[in-house]
């Protein structure tokens, strides 16, 4: 069989989106597959150091400014540049990325003779957002446009295709879970806890709470650094409570930064809630924590839970799609705030019972290699087929 010829688009070049992308397209077999990755670099100009490894593995890469934003003028721009890169390289299969790259993906190929095979991994749907009813509806309605030229759907967890299937987006047989996926060696570490916790500002000897999430009202940092003014309040009424130190982390930078620290200091929590900024040794930051909270107020299927079950931390998670998929409450982690933040502060056996619940489904399902399988398997099928 002759090598496939791939073309991503994509736009949200930020996030788990980006590391799907860069793990898939490094990881895809290249006696096999030929990739061009159709993107932008809008959103952070960091992914210019991406796009030149990219190169470096032999994988063609153009770009096309796309923004987040519905723009019907420039949209229609990068849709005719896209249109032309395909027209050129001529794609067996298309996948478009997200909600942006993924309309402009479909719509770009569905004119190609020969018509390539084309495919949509949404990650997360713009409809799950926080906004207005009335661009929920339209997310929506783009959504089901688009569908009519999606030969199939790539949905990262079980609950991602039961929203598609709620909303009409697309019929189940058009739809194939594919899980997203680790390394998991990756987070076998071992470091000296005090001394790490030393040279990024963390107490030696006190609890600490971590989360790893970009400061967007997304990942809802906010109600982390509420949990954590709230607990340390409770702690003061409840005398009889054991006594804890408890600290608080996190691991990520972005624009609401500065609003999350007057909201720390608001609370009376500042000296307790430490940001520590972006870091690139999130596998070392998880052993340092005592507990991973994921408060987020949406997700796709969060990458952030499967790195914190692999490095063997107890987790509380949001209760919504995404989490559900791998959070079974009590079994694999906790849901909400109370009790389960001072049941794992103050009972360790049950916080690394449910640690360890988790880190073996993680390693037995949620593996980089499983993740490359399923895309191999979906992309030969569509191409024999």
Request: glycine share 6%; with cysteine; hydrophobic share 45%.
């Amino acid at each position: 069989m002759p090598d496939i010829r791939l073309a991503h688009v994509i736009e949200a070049t930020v996030g788990g989106t980006r590391r799907h992308l860069l793990d898939l397209c490094h990881s895809l077999p290249s006696d096999r597959f030929r990739q061009h990755v159709i993107c932008s670099a809008r959103r952070d100009e960091r992914f210019l150091e991406d796009i030149a490894r990219l190169r470096e593995a032999g994988i063609e890469v153009t770009l096309v400014p796309m923004g987040r934003e519905i723009s019907l003028a420039e949209d229609w721009r990068c849709l005719r540049q896209i249109e032309q890169i395909l027209a050129q390289w001529r794609p067996d299969i298309v996948q478009g990325h997200s909600s942006k790259g993924g309309f402009l993906a479909r719509l770009a190929a569905r004119h190609l003779r020969p018509r390539p095979k084309i495919v949509y991994n949404p990650h997360g749907f713009a409809f799950q957002m926080r906004t207005s009813a009335l661009k929920r509806r339209l997310y929506v309605a783009l959504e089901r446009y688009a569908a009519r030229w999606t030969d199939v759907m790539v949905a990262a967890c079980e609950s991602q295709k039961e929203l598609a299937l709620q909303h009409g987006i697309l019929p189940d047989e058009r739809i194939r879970v594919i899980p997203n996926g680790i390394r998991v060696e990756d987070y076998e570490v071992h470091i000296d806890r005090a001394t790490y916790r030393r040279e990024v500002g963390l107490p030696e000897d006190a609890k600490v709470v971590g989360t790893v999430a970009a400061l967007v009202s997304q990942k809802n940092v906010a109600g982390f650094i509420q949990a954590a003014a709230h607990l340390c309040r409770e702690q003061e009424r409840h005398r009889d409570w054991p006594p804890l130190e408890v600290h608080y982390a996190i691991a990520g930078d972005g624009p609401l930064r500065a609003e999350l620290e007057a909201l720390a200091a608001r609370l009376g929590a500042a000296e307790i809630v430490h940001f520590l900024g972006q870091r690139r040794d999130i596998p070392q930051f998880l052993h340092a924590l005592d507990v991973f909270a994921l408060w987020s107020l949406w997700e796709g299927f969060p990458y952030a839970l499967l790195e914190a079950g692999a490095a063997g931390v107890p987790v509380l998670a949001s209760d919504i799609p995404g989490n559900r998929d791998l959070i079974e409450d009590r079994v694999t982690g906790r849901f909400g705030v109370q009790p389960g933040l001072l049941v794992y502060l103050t009972n360790p056996e049950v916080a690394q019972r449910e640690a360890a619940a988790l880190s073996e489904l993680v390693r037995r399902e949620y593996t980089l290699e499983r993740m490359v399988e399923g895309h191999v398997r979906l992309y030969e099928g569509l191409v024999s087929a």
